[in-house]
């Protein structure tokens, strides 16, 4: 099966922070392989803006280093990474000051669509749209590209979208949640509304519990700074643990249209129960298994960040009332694994009588690695013996299953900055809904900081810590193991 590959209309696209982390490892391969699969237009060009003292052979190199770095070898080849480098172009700007300014506006193309991704700190956002305006690069027309960290708090996302307002109109701005992007959290939409079966037991009265884990192994060194700021409540829960509940939660939008999915998703987010103080886990792990502590890796041995947290939350409206959503997500865990798990109560009346090895249906969609659905049935024990029952998967692994095509799943970057430029805000998050992700999380963070809350080790390399265990046990129920 091939891919269908639409080609997008020409545009320049100009980065800010091109020489960062993000555009080396995500950003420059991510675009070398739309343009390799033919999705890019030969007029489209890539402008890297930054203050590194560099020159466009010097970027084109970098850019060459990045796609051989991160892009598999059977998915490049020479020829096209040099007509790929032939698109590169790189200004020096000063965002404080009015160097090279002139020289972007001169290479921006009035007749193409224009879109900035604004790979910097979010304090430097207001001045970026600031000189944009004052140089006349940006307009109505064009777009700009936001990263997360969305603000820290309620208070300094309103700031950033309120800063954001004052040059661009909503409908310009794409909050990256990065997760949005990933073709198997946007196959939560394909199967939920794009078949009947499950839809009629996606409620309360069928569905028992949801997990949902985002299992890594890797620690916090390198970013310490930044992690021990937000914490896994902030770094992941409150954006990509929470897009994945709303894919879960929400009511079918009318239709796949950008304010018909996110009106929903921000009603879940409104209908969300605060969580309480005991039904919140937080860890942080300790060295163990060859690794490091967090302490370590952050360089604060005071440090009361969690790098580890487990939680359960209500979607208080009628669909859900009575269902708990349990959400996990953790670093140095003892395997890289995300997955969602719908779990259904139990036949209203057993035909089979007690204690005949009955477990419950379980729907396991798998978002990374090995991604897949699998649903756990129950059939007849095969052989004399009575009637003894017992559970088997079914079992459909993504790649298997969509063959070639299945095995090159495109990263999420690399879709997200395509819908960009076709201007596609479905897969964005709107100011409102990051707002609202703000507005449920902060009482959450506040309550831990006020009494000082020390987060529970765990050993590296472990599953987390012995209470998130206890948050599901004491509901009769029990999380899933996290395997790679
Ligand atoms: C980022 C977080 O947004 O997502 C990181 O800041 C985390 O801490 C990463 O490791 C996980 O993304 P992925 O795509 O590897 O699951």
């Known amino acids: 099966m091939v891919a269908r590959v639409i080609p997008v209309d020409p545009f320049d696209l100009v980065i800010f922070g091109g020489t960062g982390d993000l555009a080396r490892r995500k950003i420059v391969p991510g675009l070398y392989r739309r343009f390799r699969d033919g999705q890019m237009p030969p007029e489209a060009r890539i402008i890297a803006a930054a203050r590194s003292e560099i020159d466009r052979g010097a970027f084109r190199q970098f850019a060459a280093e990045a796609v051989e770095e991160f892009v598999p070898q059977d998915r490049r080849d020479a020829r096209s990474i040099s007509d790929f480098l032939d698109r590169l172009e790189y200004v020096k700007v000063d965002i404080h000051g009015s160097e090279g300014w002139p020289e972007l506006a001169a290479l921006i193309r009035p007749d193409v669509v224009r879109a900035f991704y604004f790979s910097v700190a979010p304090g430097l956002f207001g001045d970026l749209a600031r000189r944009l305006h004052a140089h006349d690069i940006a307009d109505g027309d064009c777009r700009v590209v936001v990263e997360k960290p ?72 390198g970013r310490g700074a930044y992690y021990d700021e937000a914490g896994a409540m902030r770094d992941m829960v409150q954006n990509h643990l929470m897009q994945l509940l709303c894919l879960i939660a929400m009511e079918p939008p009318f239709r796949f249209e950008p304010d018909a999915v996110r009106d929903e998703k921000l009603k879940v987010i409104r209908a969300l129960d ?95 690695p090995n991604e897949g659905m699998k649903l756990r049935v129950m059939i007849k024990e095969p052989g004399p013996g009575g009637m003894r029952l017992k559970d088997v998967p079914l079992d459909m692994s993504f790649a298997e299953a969509l063959g070639e095509h ?6 999420a970057y690399e879709r997200l900055i395509m819908d960009v430029i076709r201007g596609n805000q479905t897969l964005f ?14 009482p959450v963070v506040a309550e831990w900081q006020a009494r000082e809350d020390r987060p529970e080790p765990y050993d590296a390399g472990s599953s987390g810590p012995e209470d998130a265990l206890m948050l599901m046990h004491r509901d009769g129920r029990r999380w899933r193991e996290i395997s790679p």
């Not at 310009?172 to 794009?194: C, P, S, W």
């Not at 037991?201 to 620690?219: F, S």
């Not at 299945?406 to 990263?411: F, K, L, S, T, V």
């Not at 998050?429 to 902060?442: L, S």
Request: proline share 4%.
């Open 274 to 368: 605060p969580v309480e103080p005991r039904d919140i886990v937080r860890g942080q792990y300790r060295a163990g298994n060859g690794c490091a502590s967090y302490a370590e890796d952050v360089g604060n041995d005071d440090s009361l960040t969690e790098s580890f947290i487990a939680l359960r939350v209500h979607v208080a409206n009628w669909r859900w009332k009575g269902t708990p959503f349990y959400l996990r997500t953790g670093k140095r865990l003892r395997a890289r694994a995300s997955e969602i798990a719908v779990t259904f109560r139990e036949p209203p009346h057993s035909i089979f009588g007690e204690g005949e090895g009955w477990k419950e249906n379980v729907l396991v969609i798998r978002l990374q």
């Open 429 to 442: 998050m709107r100011g409102d809904e990051v707002e609202a992700a703000w507005a449920w999380t902060d």
């Open 406 to 411: 299945g095995a090159d799943i495109p990263d």
């Open 150 to 221: 969305f603000g820290n708090d309620l208070a300094t996302a309103r700031a950033l979208n309120a800063t954001l307002a004052e040059h661009f109109s909503e409908g310009q701005v794409y909050r990256i949640d990065h997760y949005l992007g990933k073709e198997t959290v946007q196959n939560l939409m394909a199967v939920r509304f794009a078949n009947i079966l499950f839809e009629p037991l996606w409620n309360a009265q069928y569905v028992d519990h949801v997990q949902i884990t985002v299992a890594e192994t890797v620690g916090v060194a």
